[in-house]
């Protein structure tokens, strides 16, 4: 490369803004029973409040995919730093339902800029092996930040501190990465062909990739889904929600570290259907459970869920590469856009699933738990239904090799 980029400077920048991310995931989590009982909202409001994060997500990740060649990283993640500044303030003076939804859409956005800048720049400071290394490395600090986050959020609710305070937390990596990305030189794309958006459209409508896109709609739901409501499900069985969360989350990373050896030994579809049917059984574990033994329906659903997220991006990279960055985008926007989607549905479960158990007399922990109970095991179907799309695709894909041996993360 001919550039004079600081490329240490730029990565380091990009991992502190996924951390923003994961902070505005985790926090929010730890936070949402506090949010609930100060501003008198039922689940299925704290549902709409969850889903304006996964909304936000995909709209600015699906512009930014769109607009990447024309803005380039810096005014990207310029707009992601304003918009989570906007989204983290607005959420500390909330006075009530409506300013929530609005802030959490405005962090949602940020977000989903961070996603839409940091993958392709990365993907155009290194090559080849050390690419995959890279953007791998990079895709760990969002189960690695969530970790940090729960344990800070479950730390401070602990300590008698309110949700303002935690919020507040947000802004460290915020600030962090915008004065690291200040007045860097950004690298320019080294791949031409994947710029020419009508190309990628064209990929983007065959068999394989609507298949994917299908399946990517239910292994984010599968994973955003149970780890979002683990905090209010979890906490009436006698595990803390938080420290499943974190635990969740740093069997995640860990796994995602070894993600070469794994995906090179089972194959990508391999690492799908395996990973379809250790989150059924975790998810319908926790359904079960209680007390300790939730601690390792944790770890059963989080090696489970590991590999969705990267290994279905790598599969678009690998298996219809002239998707390019547009390709990866959308399949990364379609999963948070069916997590928003599903967020108040699942809200509503709970409520509804309350109000029957109070009608049977059930009171405290007791319909806590059987309430959340009800939830997850309803959550199981997701999952279940993935079994038998990634045993379709496992047949489909038997012995065809992926189109680029090198690509995807």
């Known amino acids: 490369m001919t550039q004079n980029i600081n490329r240490t400077a730029l990565f380091n920048a990009s991992c502190l803004a996924l951390i923003t991310t994961a902070f505005t995931f985790a926090i929010r989590a730890g936070i949402l029973p506090q949010l609930g009982e100060d501003f008198g909202l039922t689940a299925e409001q704290l549902g709409f409040i969850n889903s304006m994060w996964f909304l936000g997500f995909p709209i600015s990740m699906i512009l930014g995919g ?124 080294h791949v031409e062909a994947a710029t020419s958006i009508s190309s990628n459209i064209k990929a983007m409508i065959s068999p394989l990739y609507i298949f994917l896109f299908i399946c990517m709609s239910i292994t984010a739901i599968t994973e955003f889904g149970t780890q979002q409501w683990a905090n209010v499900v979890l906490d009436s069985s006698g595990a803390s929600g938080m420290l499943i969360l974190a635990l969740t989350t ?63 991006v790598g599969a678009v990279a690998q298996r219809v590469p002239l998707s390019g960055a547009l390709g990866m985008s959308i399949i990364g926007g379609v999963g948070m856009f069916s997590t928003a989607i599903w967020q108040p549905i699942i809200g509503s479960w709970i409520d509804s699933a309350r109000a029957t158990n ?21 959550l199981t179907m997701f999952p279940s239904i993935l079994i038998v799309l990634f045993i379709i695709l496992f047949i489909w894909q038997k012995g065809s090799k992926p189109a680029l041996s090198s690509a995807g993360h």
């Not at 092996?129 to 969530?146: C, Q, T």
């Not at 800070?152 to 300590?159: G, L, Q």
């Not at 109070?358 to 309803?378: D, I, S």
């Open 358 to 378: 109070v009608a049977e007399g059930l009171t405290g922990a007791q319909l806590e738990l059987a309430t959340g109970q009800e939830t997850l095991l309803k």
């Open 66 to 189: 769109l607009f990447y060649h024309k803005l380039g990283p810096k005014v990207i993640m310029n707009i992601a730093f304003v918009t989570h500044t906007i989204g983290i303030l607005m959420t500390i003076y909330a006075g009530g339902y409506t300013t929530l939804l609005i802030s959490t859409l405005f962090i949602g956005f940020g977000n989903g800029c961070t996603e839409a800048a940091c993958n392709p720049m990365i993907a155009d400071m290194y090559t080849g092996v050390k690419m995959n290394k890279m953007l791998n490395r990079f895709h760990m600090w969002f189960p690695g930040g969530i970790v940090l986050g729960s344990l800070i959020s479950k730390f401070m609710t602990d300590a008698g501190m309110g949700w303002q305070p935690q919020i507040w937390v947000m802004m460290i990596p915020t600030i962090a990465y915008a004065v690291l990305f200040f007045g860097k030189a950004f690298p320019k794309p």
């Open 250 to 312: 740093g069997v995640m990373a860990v796994a995602r570290f070894f993600a070469g050896p794994v995906v090179g030994k089972l194959g990508q579809t391999g690492v799908l259907l395996s990973g379809a049917v250790l989150a059924a059984i975790g998810t319908y574990m926790f359904s079960v459970v209680t007390g300790p033994v939730a601690y390792v329906a944790a770890v059963v659903f989080a090696l489970g869920v590991a590999y969705f997220w990267p290994v279905m």
